[in-house]
């Protein structure tokens, strides 16, 4: 059966099933029977639309390129009505982005990012605070270094929440050349550029020429440009969230770890100065016992120190000076005792109370604590001194 046939562009207006909801330019391979009405095969669906933002003034849709499940773009529109699709990307103004082509080592990726960072402070004026930057997985030991202010992330962001459609990725526009040439394009503002290992935004396309006055430029067009790489970068928030999390677990391990080591050793302290406590005590009641022993001999000990402070007040009762200890002694002792008699010093050891004072002067306290009934011993001590001793 003869046949005409050819690849045309033609305009359609809608299609039965809702998923193209405005103009646009669709490919379509016509099949022609010459001898019988034409028939129309449509052979192509959008699996990803590729949305572009305005890079000045208020936030709003640039245009949008449509792709099939193969990377071919098949549509182009610039209305703010998006067709269907399976996912939708925003790619981020050419010119709100920096690009920094780095050389780095071979390592692991916490290293990794150690380096970038490292290459970054170097390279970018002022603070990297107010930045976000991804990096490219790394291409013949060359990795691309994409940066964003965090404040138009935050902005697409809030944009986006008013939108009736998810992006699936943030990429950068340069994804949308093609890689290994010397190649420039349109972009949302002025015009973007791809030069062997270097990305850049200038405001036209004179500019660019001045700059590479002997380089051989492939001028494309819209139509020209590719789907983004499934590598491509993303500054998706999400995403951004989930690569954050792995790199800050990465830089603040160690300190982790020492914390939990702090932690441990905190709570093992405690509890050995816990015991050390008890023991301390126990052994501080059996002191207790052998003191209460020794000083009321022959009392059954059951609480000595209840029985302690019941001896202590039968002694007050009483006027005994013999049922205290020796600080309860010097106690009582001190309104007795004549400052002029000329005592130097007391002192309490192993529960006996000791005075030294002129021997000359120490036959009237002498002659007070043996009326007393006081346990006392008195030794001169050869120099015109006396040692006087005396026991609870």
């Known amino acids: 059966?003869?046949?005409?046939?050819?690849?045309?562009?033609?305009?359609?207006?809608?299609?039965?099933?809702?998923?193209?909801?405005?103009?646009?330019?669709?490919?379509?391979?016509?099949?022609?029977?010459?001898?019988?009405?034409?028939?129309?095969?449509?052979?192509?669906?959008?699996?990803?639309?590729?949305?572009?933002?305005?890079?000045?003034?208020?936030?709003?849709?640039?245009?949008?390129?449509?792709?099939?499940?193969?990377?071919?773009?098949?549509?182009?529109?610039?209305?703010?009505?998006?067709?269907?699709?399976?996912?939708?990307?925003?790619?981020?103004?050419?010119?709100?982005?920096?690009?920094?082509?780095?050389?780095?080592?071979?390592?692991?990726?916490?290293?990794?990012?150690k380096l970038i960072c490292q290459a970054l402070e170097d390279r970018v004026l002022g603070a990297l605070d107010s930045l976000i930057w991804r990096a490219s997985p790394p291409v013949a030991g060359k990795t691309w270094v994409y940066l964003l202010e965090q404040s138009r992330c935050d902005q697409v962001g809030q944009w986006l929440a008013s939108q009736s459609w998810t992006a699936t990725r943030w990429v950068p526009e340069f994804a949308l050349l093609p890689a290994g040439a010397a190649c420039y394009a349109p972009s949302a503002n002025g015009v973007m550029m791809a030069h062997h290992d270097e990305y850049a935004w200038l405001d036209n396309e004179a500019d660019l020429l001045a700059l590479y006055p002997d380089e051989t430029w492939q001028a494309l067009t819209t139509a020209d440009l590719i789907a983004p790489d499934a590598a491509s970068v993303s500054f998706l928030k999400a995403n951004k969230s989930k690569v954050s999390l792995a790199m800050h677990w990465q830089q603040w391990r160690s300190a982790a770890y020492l914390l939990l080591a702090c932690v441990a050793l905190l709570l093992l302290s405690t509890i050995i100065e816990w015991r050390s406590s008890v023991g301390q005590e126990r052994a501080l009641r059996q002191e207790i016992r052998q003191t209460f022993a020794s000083v009321y001999p022959g009392v059954p000990i059951v609480d000595p120190i209840l029985q302690w402070q019941s001896q202590q007040k039968a002694g007050e009762s009483t006027g005994r000076i013999g049922q205290g200890d020796a600080l309860d002694l010097l106690y009582q002792l001190a309104g007795q005792i004549d400052l002029e008699v000329g005592i130097e010093s007391l002192s309490v050891k192993d529960g006996k109370l000791q005075m030294v004072m002129s021997e000359g002067k120490s036959a009237p306290l002498i002659a007070k604590l043996t009326a007393q009934g006081s346990k006392m011993k008195s030794q001169s001590m050869g120099d015109g001194r006396i040692r006087i001793e005396v026991e609870p």
């Open 1 to 113: 059966m003869p046949l005409a046939g050819g690849l045309f562009r033609i305009p359609i207006a809608t299609i039965a099933n809702g998923l193209i909801r405005q103009p646009y330019e669709l490919r379509l391979i016509i099949a022609v029977d010459i001898f019988n009405p034409p028939c129309f095969e449509v052979l192509m669906t959008i699996a990803r639309v590729v949305v572009r933002l305005h890079a000045q003034g208020a936030l709003g849709i640039e245009d949008w390129l449509g792709f099939d499940a193969n990377g071919r773009q098949v549509a182009h529109g610039q209305s703010a009505v998006l067709p269907a699709a399976a996912t939708y990307d925003i790619a981020l103004a050419a010119s709100w982005l920096t690009v920094h082509c780095l050389t780095l080592p071979a390592v692991a990726a916490k290293q990794q990012q």
